[in-house]
């Protein structure tokens, strides 16, 4: 338990008095990591502008066409002759934008690298630091705002898979490993796309038939802002964002609701306007809501939705004023899930779903058969593993995500034959000739995973 069961602070006291008793002004500290929050229109606009962009490149940002060595890598640009020319060139690894590649140029880096197969490892070298540019994923990070570089195969982590094809928005992404376009439109049967495309080494609007997409997924990234999350006016005005945000309040229950959450327009409004008042104090009714619950579930010794609510209070404000008024503070940095879901391959959902299930993010939790932690790690998977401290947070998420990677591959990306393997053991899921195990705990636990799986996409 992290709480001191001596608080007192009764729950009969109005919201309005919690916020004079917990003085000073709103604590918010909303994490940068974040999915960025953006519409459809704006990510075309950002696309347009890498296509159009018109730049100048001297010798000094070309090399050979069989390449030159900058920093001990060989480089090799898309273009041959000094002039103006427009898009932003193809990199390998690139993840510039357009004023980083604008400043590159000017400083003699090379105009891009296209980094031919034959005479260069691309899959098994860095990205040259001697060039600018971008490639596929490093395009859509941009494009999508993001703060940092995922790639093709992270990029899943933070988008829901679509149906079809036919399902697929301006802004959406066609995905496999190695490869992903932005899509624009689709007319006649073909889909056109944005993307630096390596063959003709800039980025530009291109165009493929659905054949030319065999084996490619469609992706909607989960930042996006449109009419169904909420956002009649599509998000912009504030004000308007405030609005609907406390019309949702009121339905307020849990932030995994996501898309059509008071907690998603409070956000959103602090994206155009971070020192807005009004969206500061919907966080902290958010957060008095949570110090609610978890009084609540403390009066009434309930742990597991004490940690349930904690979890959701250090989600929102890891640095809240009503941690020290229950004289507790987050029992692990929470950043740590989406971190690891992105260095390991797994949507950050399926990690958030698997440790509420396993522990209620306890990292103390020990069950009856000795399994510990956050991910409830045997000790057997722990070593497996290389985890030498069960009882570390970082260690345990890692492992626990190392073996959910690894049973996922194992059974093809069947999601709820690997969740039930995790639970019973991947030998059951054989024995039951690769289907869930019949057993109630198993069946149940299945159940429960994939429940929140699906709410905390939406979130």
Known sequence: MFFNRRLTISLIVPITSLLVLIAGQPSLAWDEEDLNQITPEEII??????????????????TAATGEYQGGKIVITPFSQPGDYQGIPYKWGGNDSIVSFRQGLRTGKKAGDICRPISQNCQGRSASSEAVGVDTSGFISQVWGLGRKYSTRTLPNISTPLRSMNEL????????????????????????????????????????????????????????????????????EVSELLRQADQHFKAFRITKGAGATALTCYRAALKKDRNNASALAGFEKIEVYYFARIKSALDRENENEEHKYL????RVNPKSAYLAALNTQCPFDYTLIPKVAAEIGLEVALLHAVIETES?????????????????LMPATAKRFGVTNRYDPTQNIYGGARYLRYLLKLFNNNLQLAVAAYNAGEGNVRKYGNKIPPFRETQ????????????????
């Open 444 to 459: 149940g636990y299945v159940k429960k995973v994939m429940r929140l799986y699906k709410a905390y996409r939406r979130d």
């Open 45 to 62: 606009e950002k696309a347009k502008e890498y296509a159009k962009s018109r730049f100048f490149v001297n010798d000094s940002n070309l």
């Open 169 to 236: 928005q301006p802004g959406d992404i066609i995905l496999k490993v190695g490869h992903v376009v932005l899509f624009s439109h689709q007319d006649s049967g073909r889909f056109y796309v944005y993307e630096p495309s390596h063959q003709k080494g800039k980025v530009a609007l291109y165009s493929y038939t659905a054949s030319k997409l065999t084996g490619y997924k469609p992706y909607r990234y989960n930042g996006i802002l449109t009419e169904s999350t909420c956002y009649e006016c599509r998000c912009s």
């Open 360 to 376: 209620g993010y306890n990292p103390k939790a020990v069950s009856h058969k000795g399994a510990v932690g956050l991910m409830q």
């Open 311 to 314: 979890a959701r209070l250090c």
